[in-house]
């Protein structure tokens, strides 16, 4: 069931693109994403992201870095995202390591082992932008 607001129009859910390249977290991030009232896509490959994020408009684009490793990785898609929609906002999930080793998303959220803190920051930056 859609959720109705006091119009007659349905409550647009805000969709998210969701890029992690860790088989077990990127279904449970997903999944608490829906529950939240969030519409997701996701896939394991920074390629295919990028395909799919070619494809429609999203309100987020969250890329999940894994250590330091994977920040060339991050940047490089947080670049080609930027350069076809400069508007698009996109924010990496991290750690604090690669949270100050790193300037090109608009926002960083925190790995954080509480779904309600993720959701919680997830919110927050879509609220604000």
Do not use: Y
């Not at 860790?22 to 295919?48: C, Y």
């Not at 508007?87 to 690669?98: M, S, T, Y």
């Amino acid at each position: 069931m859609v959720p109705v607001t006091g119009s007659s129009q349905p409550e647009q859910k805000q969709r998210i693109l969701h890029i992690c390249r860790r088989e077990m977290l990127r279904p449970l991030r997903d999944q608490i994403l829906r529950i939240s009232g969030f519409e997701v896509d996701s896939t394991l490959s920074a390629t295919d992201g990028l395909s799919i994020f070619m494809t429609k408009p999203f309100d987020l684009v969250l890329i999940d870095v894994e250590g330091e490793d994977g920040i060339p990785e991050a940047e490089h898609l947080c670049s080609e995202v930027k350069t076809a929609r400069h508007e698009q906002l996109v924010a990496f999930v991290c750690n604090w390591r690669v949270a100050i080793l790193t300037d090109c998303p608009d926002e960083i959220l925190r790995t954080e082992f509480d779904p309600a803190s993720f959701v919680e920051g997830v919110r927050d930056i879509v609220v604000r932008h």
